[in-house]
């Protein structure tokens, strides 16, 4: 079972030495990011995507640490769009694209080979473009050999997952922009607002009992962790979550939404890793076990349920026979208790959408890069990553 030195996480020399390229420093920045990137993209003429006129269609391109923009952009504007939205992670562009449509690609660097070749093939075709990277960057180029708007993103940010809102807040305000989505310049200042809150109860010096943060990567760092939001919204930010335990701390971790996903999660409740039956009484369920002849207990479920304001509005009305969310998600969770599941509960704060998608992404980018400092591991550097990289370069 992984083990998790908690002194190590009250110590914040302990935590800057291991965070070798400051990854909890960076992630304190979100607010800040967010400021930045509306200032960026005003003085990028923000205004002047696609002409200034609704496109026919928005495609949206981006991929690893920074493709959450396309599930973020989809969840909102799935509702009410007045055109159709579509995402992709890699070439090829689709054959329906032409001057009448518009073209997102997003990438810290600039050099993402998926979103730099479906930039550069809408710009042939004379499709609208909107890039997000780094100044001078070869994404950069091609949008301006495109004639399209290119926004610049602070580059003193470790890696594309801790530049989130870097990203995400330049097209949040082209979509408000050109009536995709409700997103406006104040919708965000209280984003930025939500993201600084969460820094400070969050912050390193903070103690694992009354942080946040850390409470869930303690809890976590003994589980199979399963992610799970109780709508779409909720479900973006577990996919996130999903991909941060991986990247960030290492820990392999499946991730749904409901409705869709409540049977899959419920019936892992009766496998392995859960702490009833016989499966759960070999693996570590017995409180009579001994550790000395059965050896160590393996590590048991976890379920860390992503919730969304009790007052938020449902993006459409459900039909008569459909369990109301809240209904579900509570029956899932009491399933998961009565199994003998480890059972985490995160709760979105009110206001608009993005407000509460931002309220828990950014605890679970924290949960995620404490755990990895808690067991011991640098949260933006992995040996193996470097090693595939230099194998496929």
Known sequence: ?????????????????LDSRGSLRALATSGAQVRRAIVAAR????DRVAGGDRPRSVLVASLGGSAVVCDVLDVLAEPGSPVP??????????????PLDLVIAVSQSGRAVGPLALAAEAARRGASLLTVGAPGSPLADVCAQGRGVHVDIATDVPTSRAALWSMLTPVL????????????????????????????????????FVNPAKVLAVGLAETVPVVL???ALMGVAAGRAAAMLARTARMPATHGALPDAAAQVVACFDGPFSGSGEHGR???GDIFADPFLDGPPAPQLGLMLLRD?????PPSPLPPSTVPPRDLADAVADSARDAGVKVWEVEALAGHPIERLASVLSLTDYVATYLALGLGLDPAVSRHVTELRDRTS
């Open 1 to 17: 079972m992984p083990h998790l030195d908690e002194d190590f996480l009250d110590s914040a020399e302990s935590l800057e030495r």
């Open 43 to 46: 003085e990028a003429g923000i």
């Open 85 to 98: 939205l579509t995402t992709r992670r890699e070439a090829p562009l689709p054959g329906w694209i032409g």
């Open 173 to 208: 305000l082209a979509a408000d922009r050109l009536g995709l989505v409700g997103c406006p310049e104040s919708v965000l200042e209280r984003v930025a607002d939500v993201l600084d809150t969460r820094a400070e109860e969050c912050r390193p010096s903070s103690e694992s």
């Open 229 to 231: 939001g109780d709508g």
């Open 282 to 284: 070999a693996n570590g």
């Open 309 to 313: 304001h009790p007052d938020a509005t």
